[in-house]
């Protein structure tokens, strides 16, 4: 069974920067390709970015091209660098999981995830 953690969210001035991960325990995570997500409050949850399995491949909603970088080690935790932080990127963040996914549909309830990390951008 999959369990997989955030971390790395907190307070950040706009124009910083904050990098998220993504731990995966109980399965080796090369095999999931991941989603994050965020939801702010009062908003509809939204993708951010997505990696597939084993790497790939990786996606961005055009909210956050060019500032945001999804990446995966070798071992079990994906990254979200987020640079040039905006308020507007102010959520809770949550990775989400699927086997063998490839970032071509979305992932939903019957997915693997995890319990989410506060970013804050505010002055």
């Known amino acids: 069974q999959l369990q997989l953690v955030e971390s790395g969210g907190g307070l950040v001035q706009p124009g910083g920067s904050l990098r998220l991960s993504c731990v995966g325990s109980g399965s080796a995570l090369n095999y999931y390709g991941i989603g994050w997500f965020r939801q702010a409050p009062g908003k509809e949850r939204e993708g951010v970015s997505c990696?597939?399995?084993?790497?790939?491949?990786t996606n961005y909603a055009d909210s956050v091209k060019g500032r945001f970088t999804i990446s995966r080690d070798n071992a079990n935790t994906v990254y979200l660098q987020m640079n040039s932080l905006k308020p507007e990127d102010t959520g809770v963040y949550y990775c989400?999981?699927?086997?063998?996914?490839?970032?071509?549909?979305?992932?939903?309830?019957?997915?693997?995830w995890g319990q989410g990390t506060q970013v804050t951008v505010s002055s």
């Open positions: 989400a999981a699927r086997a063998y996914y490839y970032c071509s549909g979305s992932l939903g309830p019957n997915d693997y």
């Open positions: 990696i597939s399995s084993f790497g790939g491949a």
